[in-house]
Structure formats: C-alpha cells, structure tokens
C-alpha cells in the first residue's frame, strides 16, 4: 500500500511539475503592458518597501530564482531577470516576497532558516542509511532493526518538519507579491489573475512534497509500531 502511495505521490509531483512548466512558458510569452523587466519588477518592489540592502542579480539556469538572506540577494534566472512578461513578474515578485519576509523578521522564514543546516545533515544521513541497510544482516549484526528505524523517523521528522515549514512561507511570498502587483497597478486586472495562477501552480509543488513527506514519516512510524505488535 506505501508503495501505491508513494507511486501516486512521485506522479502526482510529475503532472504538478509538468503543469508548472506548461503554465510559466504560458506567461512566460505574454508580456506586461508596463514593459518592465523582472530584475525592474524586483528592484522597484524592493524600493517600495523601503529595502535598500538587498542586490537583484542574475543566476543560471530555469525555475532556479531564489531569494538568499545570508548575501541577501533575489537571485532571478536569466530568463526571468531580462524578460518583460508575466510569468517573471511574479517570480521576480515573490522572491522579492521573501526579501520583504527577511526584512519584517517574519517568523515562519526564520525558522525555516535555522532547519536549514537540520535538514541538509538529515537529508544526507537518511541517504547513508539507505545504504547501509543494503548490506541487510550485516549492518542488522551491529544495529538492531528497531534502532535503525527509530533514527529514520527522527531523520526524516525533520525533513517533514522542513517542508511543513516552507509551506506558509512560500505562500504568504506568493500574497505579498500579488497584494503588491495590485496595490501598485504594477500589473493589470487581466496580468494579476495570470500571475496569481502561476504562483498557484508553483506553490503546489510545495504542497505535495510536504505530504509525500508526511507519507513517507508515517510509513516509518507504523513500520515501528508494527515490530513491537
């Protein structure tokens, strides 16, 4: 059954990829009726939330636009940071979402934040175990089943905890970018509704990984409990 679920879930996270894919060469052609530029776009919310410390610059790649608030810079891909179109509007926007959350010490971001360096140790310790449990009666002679189990479930806590946590922070990124679009008349009545379905279709991606996530700690969990039955 874990198997059937997890299954659905990597499709799930396929067509949600897909769609995304689809939706931002969409709005990637349609232009906005201001002209401006995502790295314009970026630069002016910035200004206008009184950020002067933050740089916009250009990073390789597709969908690799991030912010980072260690240099604190809106990172935008080459695409979105020299093109005039709807999809890098909001993009550019809700990176600049996350520059704005950075700068009003929004809660959720800096907890995020700190599991950073939590989920990176854990991510790479789930793979070693992995590995090891190839090895089957081997690693099972020197650690018991159980004890192994129990350090899955506390490895990957921490990664479910890690997407549960990105979840309200991508979100309220995607509300601030879209609130700004419309409060500014960055973007037009007609713009703003395909802006606000490009972020829709990017915030899903977040959502069905937090609850693979979620799956994949409860599977561990039962596997756990079902071994002291």
């Not at 009726?33 to 597709?62: F, H, Q, W």
């Not at 800096?110 to 590995?131: A, D, E, I």
């Not at 190839?134 to 905890?161: D, E, K, N």
């Not at 009545?189 to 279709?201: F, R, T």
Request: hydrophobic residues 50%.
């Amino acid at each position: 059954m874990f198997i059937v679920i997890l299954l659905g879930f990597m499709l799930a996270g396929f067509i949600v990829q897909m769609r995304l894919k689809k939706k931002f060469k969409k709005y990637g052609q349609m232009g906005l009726a201001n002209g401006l530029t995502g790295r314009e776009i970026a630069e002016k919310m910035l200004s206008d939330n009184g950020i002067t410390d933050v740089r916009v610059i250009s990073t390789p790649g597709k969908l690799t636009d991030h912010y980072d608030p260690r240099n604190k810079t809106v990172n935008l891909s080459e695409d979105v940071y020299q093109q005039n179109s709807i999809a890098a509007a909001a993009v550019a926007a809700h990176e600049c979402g996350h520059a704005v959350q950075h700068a009003q010490a929004y809660s959720w971001l800096q907890l995020r934040s700190t599991l950073v360096p939590v989920v990176s140790f854990s991510s790479r310790m789930m793979g070693y175990v992995f590995m090891f449990m190839l090895f089957g009666a081997f690693i099972t002679s020197w650690f018991p089943l159980q004890s192994v189990l129990l350090i899955m479930i506390a490895l990957q806590a921490s990664i479910t905890l890690f997407t549960m946590v990105t979840l309200p922070v991508e979100y309220d990124a995607s509300n601030r970018a879209l609130a700004w679009l419309k409060q500014t008349g960055t973007a037009t009545v007609e713009e703003h509704g395909k802006a606000k379905d490009a972020l829709n279709a990017a915030a899903n991606t977040y959502l069905v990984a937090a609850l693979a996530a979620i799956t994949q700690l409860a599977y561990y969990v039962l596997m756990f409990m079902g071994m002291d039955d």
